[in-house]
């Protein structure tokens, strides 16, 4: 099992730009979820996923949108980027049962804007 | 906003001592996990505590859950430079079990 992959692992955007982080996982976990993490800041929830065709948002959504077509599928898209967007944005899968709570994470994509 | 706040922020210690890390909240949380990062990477689970006052051993790293289920603690005994690392807290509750981090504890241990 590859467990959550993200890809790119790093990309600078212009000012203006869009692009979408791809989310993929092969644990056919129900719940995915997308975090950004900021320097002494750690993670902020973005948005989150209980389900295929199911999407919400978290604590910091603005200027960020998700789709979930497939369990395996969670990408997120960046429209207008902006310098404040300039993070480390990780993706996590669940199980959704349990007392657990855990979650695996993908290795991170490093964004730029400038 | 349940917020969850660490202490130390950061911690340099020399081989073979202790430390210990805290992660503390208003909130009650019905479990607690602590996970460790390395850089360039995604965190990693290291114990989940689940009843007030539960305590874990993990070979030299001891996880306690406050009696309340609002905080917690994580004590290293005779860390090794492979300890170093940013140690994250995170909270767990809602409908999609969503998790609230803390800010993290960036340790570095020196040979």
């Known amino acids: 099992n590859a467990g959550v992959t993200q890809t790119p692992k790093f990309r600078i955007l212009k000012i203006g730009q869009s692009m979408t982080l791809q989310c993929t996982q092969d644990?056919?976990?129900?719940?995915m979820y997308w975090y950004r993490q900021d320097p002494g800041m750690g993670l902020k929830l973005i948005y989150y996923s209980v389900g295929a065709g199911i999407t919400d948002k978290g604590e910091v959504p603005n200027g960020y949108n998700v789709s979930r077509s497939t369990t395996e599928d969670f990408p997120l898209r960046l429209e207008l980027a902006a310098p404040s967007q300039t993070s480390v944005y990780f993706c996590?899968?669940?199980?959704?049962?349990?007392?657990?709570?855990?979650?695996?994470f993908g290795p991170g994509t490093r964004l730029t804007v400038t | 906003t349940q917020l969850l706040e660490q202490s130390p922020q950061f911690l340099s210690i020399q081989e073979g001592e202790n430390l210990t890390v805290y992660c503390n909240s208003s909130?009650?949380?019905?479990?607690l996990q602590w996970y460790r990062q390395e850089p360039g990477e995604g965190p990693v689970l290291l114990v989940t505590v689940v009843t007030g006052g539960e305590v874990k051993k993990l070979k030299r790293l001891t996880f306690q859950f406050g009696d309340a289920r609002k905080d917690s603690s994580l004590h290293i005994t005779a860390a090794q430079t492979g300890d170093t690392g940013l140690y994250l807290c995170?909270?767990?509750?809602?409908?999609?079990?969503?998790?609230?981090f803390g800010s993290g504890t960036q340790l570095t241990v020196l040979p």
């Open positions: 909130s009650v949380f019905s479990s």
């Open positions: 996590a899968s669940s199980r959704g049962t349990g007392k657990s709570y855990e979650q695996y």
């Open positions: 644990m056919n976990h129900n719940y």
């Open positions: 995170a909270g767990a509750g809602g409908s999609a079990r969503q998790l609230t």
